[in-house]
């Protein structure tokens, strides 16, 4: 389906020049003279390679149909994922580019998004959240809880967040995958 330039969006695969790609950012332009247009941050589905392009909203693009399919982790082996789907149960072999660095996240059964173009994965996501285990934390300053502040914590997958004050080791917090970022207590 033919889309303009000026309706790309984060997220959408599209195919430009006989290449296929993903878009990680946009931001419509609109400079002082002359039209506006769309600036995009791409990445190539196949080599992972990243590149801009500027689309003018009289310029079309192929905009590719993703179908999306939920699919369980159940190991990792160097930068290979192995991936199961849950009704068949046929597995499946993808790289580490195509979860990024939401890889740090990932737990075994843990369920994730695929999406495919042409049969092919383009891409992962995983839930909005999780939940990890605090295993180090820097001691209460006092007067520190006056203000908002945070504190440093490492969780069980060894990422570095910002917790509050009162989190001590050994907690479970719940954690937005996408920010890295501290959400709230896990509630058990």
Request: proline share 3%.
């Amino acid at each position: 389906m033919k889309i303009i330039g000026s309706a790309i969006r984060q997220g959408n695969v599209i195919e430009v020049d006989g290449r296929i790609w993903r878009v990680i950012k946009h931001n419509i332009v609109s400079p002082g003279k002359g039209g506006a247009f769309n600036q995009i941050e791409i990445r190539d589905i196949k080599t992972g390679t990243k590149s801009n392009m500027k689309f003018r909203s009289d310029e079309t693009c192929e905009l590719l149909r993703v179908e999306e399919k939920v699919m369980q982790f159940l190991f990792r082996d160097g930068d290979q994922f192995t991936l199961m789907d849950k009704e068949s149960y046929d597995q499946m072999i993808v790289g580490g580019d195509l979860f990024g660095e939401q890889a740090d996240f990932l737990t075994d059964n843990m369920d994730v998004s695929v999406e495919f173009v042409d049969g092919s994965p383009v891409g992962v996501e995983l839930p909005t959240t999780t939940i990890c285990t605090i295993v180090e934390a820097d001691a209460v300053v006092k007067g520190q809880t006056a203000a908002s502040s945070y504190k440093p914590a490492i969780l069980d997958n060894g990422v570095k967040i910002g917790v509050p004050p009162f989190i001590a080791n050994g907690e479970r917090v719940v954690v937005n995958i996408k920010e890295r970022a501290y959400v709230e207590r896990a509630k058990d």
